[in-house]
T-cell receptor, first 116, second 114 residues
Framework: DTGVSQDPRHKITKRGQNVTFRCDPI?????LYWYRQTLGQGPEFLTY????????KSRLLSDRFSAERPKGSFSTLEIQRTEQGDSAMYLC??????????????FGQGTRLTVV | DQQVKQNSPSLSVQEGRISILNCDYT??????FLWYKKYPAEGPTFLIS?????DKNEDGRFTVFLNKSAKHLSLHIVPSQPGDSAVYFC?????????????FGQGTILTVHP
């Protein structure tokens, strides 16, 4: 399977715990995005990487959130001291920079986080 | 601040008929628009897009119309099929950016009845 892969698919954690999600983009894609989707809403942009450089962060990404893409391949999203409001679907997407912006963004299946 | 709005949470259509999904936006800086389809337990998949220099783009059964003056776009599916039942998201890209930071609407649940 050469699509965008996210792990885990589901995560239940207690409030105050730290969680980390992983995204493996399509191998030749150098653009990587994280989005968050809550119930009844569309995905909201969190952050963007061009290779290993994090070029934009949304104000939604509080200081409890950190994302990395150390070697320009896979990415991790960590949430520290989770809160119930962090419960959402976390989506990763990737696209090649040689294509038109946005039209070839491929999404993973997401990680559903539930904070209890 | 909802810059992209899909005011119909759901739409029900008979198989073979036309489905029309609507989307409004407020930010004049948006210059590229996309529709994504999402099945349960899957990520969104790209369906069709349109640049602001056009007013129509067609791909098989799917046509997107853009009315810039009204800041309105719509997705037409003809004929609708039961397999089209999914959540449809409208999304927009802001001009001046070189990468795909998407602003999404809330989504419309389309149900196509056999």
């Amino acid at each position: 399977d050469t699509g965008v892969s996210q792990d885990p698919r589901h995560k239940i954690t207690k409030r105050g715990q730290n969680v980390t999600f992983r995204c493996d983009p399509i191998s030749e894609h150098n653009r990587l995005y994280w989005y968050r989707q809550t119930l009844g809403q569309g995905p909201e942009f969190l952050t963007y990487f061009q290779n290993e450089a994090q070029l934009e962060k949304s104000r939604l990404l509080s200081d409890r959130f950190s994302a990395e893409r150390p070697k320009g391949s896979f990415s991790t999203l960590e949430i520290q001291r989770t809160e119930q409001g962090d419960s959402a679907m976390y989506l990763c997407a990737s696209s090649p920079s040689s294509r038109d912006r946005g039209t070839e963004a491929f999404f993973g299946q997401g990680t559903r986080l539930t904070v209890v | 601040d909802q810059q992209v709005k899909q005011n119909s949470p759901s739409l029900s259509v008979q198989e073979g008929r036309i489905s029309i999904l609507n989307c409004d936006y407020t930010n004049s800086m948006f210059d590229y628009f996309l529709w994504y389809k999402k099945y349960p337990a899957e990520g969104p998949t790209f369906l069709i897009s349109i640049s602001s220099i056009k007013d129509k783009n067609e791909d098989g059964r799917f046509t997107v119309f853009l009315n810039k003056s009204a800041k309105h776009l719509s997705l037409h599916i003809v004929p609708s099929q039961p397999g089209d039942s999914a959540v449809y998201f409208c999304a927009a890209l802001r001009g001046g950016t070189s990468y795909g930071k998407l602003t999404f609407g809330q989504g419309t649940i389309l149900t196509v009845h056999p």
